[in-house]
């Protein structure tokens, strides 16, 4: 192995619960399988972070936020927010979580570890094209520093967040 | 540790000399001091692999080919195709390599695996938006998918490359 290649080890995110991480893998499996790549806990300029933010070739731009439980849901009280840096803004839950606590106008993906399903679409509001470029540089640019802190774990990349 | 993240391993790449990789590390060093990230071996629409791409915040986007011998550089007849793709084109290389044997019209970087220093700057050739949207989208999902790769190496996502 290169002395520049060595094995990465992804700190451990203490803020997620097991059956978050979980239902965020699933939900990242079934958002591929759409066409979408994701990038997790995406700090947006309103100072929050979306869950998941999903991106297909096309350019548009998908926000998942993951509730694994109804206290989880109910705690956050802010979810529209979301709607401003997004064309389509979904929950994702387990089974364990009763749907019809999910606003009705949200989409909703109901996964586990392995994969998901959407239990309903979300309607679309589109993106302005200025939204829609600063939505793809910050997650471009939030895929790659993370993967070069990764990569040159003793360079300037700070630590993966 | 949670049982959903594992220490990861980034597969060797064999297709890179030594020195090529320090130069790359270097030089992606650099750029992140001057407000740019990252991916390497970027595939682009015309079928070839830029060295390295790089964003700023902005949406500017360089091109960097790296080159680790006088050999390398003249083994590679194709570079101006890069042009269509960046703002600006540099070659990075290290001390060892005379800096005479690259085009005048390109910007330069000299780097060792430590860091890196401009050389020559390179002339500017803006994007058109459609170029740039498209790179943007390029950068964004490579660099998601990789990371989707190396967090769940058991999903759809393939292997890094």
């Known amino acids: 192995m290169s002395a520049l290649i060595k094995p990465l080890v992804l700190p451990v995110d203490g803020r997620q619960s ?54 989880d849901f109910r705690a956050d009280q802010k979810w ?23 606003p009705p106008d949200t989409g ?3 996964a586990d570890a392995f994969g998901a399903a959407f239990h309903c679409e979300a309607p679309q509001h589109k993106l302005a094209a200025a939204t829609r470029k600063a939505m793809l540089l910050l997650i471009a640019r939030a895929a790659a520093l993370r993967l070069q802190s990764l990569i040159d774990p003793n360079g300037p990349y700070g630590e993966f967040v």
Chains 1, 2 share one sequence.
Not at 18 to 36: D, I, N, P, Q, Y
Not at 45 to 67: C, M
Request: with cysteine; glycine share 4%.
């Open 108 to 110: 909703l993906i109901v």
């Open 18 to 71: 097991e059956t978050a991480l979980a239902v965020a893998r699933g939900t990242a499996r079934l958002l591929h399988a759409h066409g979408f790549c994701v990038v997790s806990e995406l700090p947006l300029p309103s100072g929050r972070r979306a869950d998941l933010a999903a991106l297909n070739t096309n350019g548009e731009v998908w926000i998942v936020e993951i509730k694994s439980s109804v206290a």
């Open 80 to 102: 529209q927010d979301y709607r401003a840096h997004c064309d389509r803004l979904f929950f994702a839950t387990s089974q364990d979580v009763p749907c019809e606590i999910f």
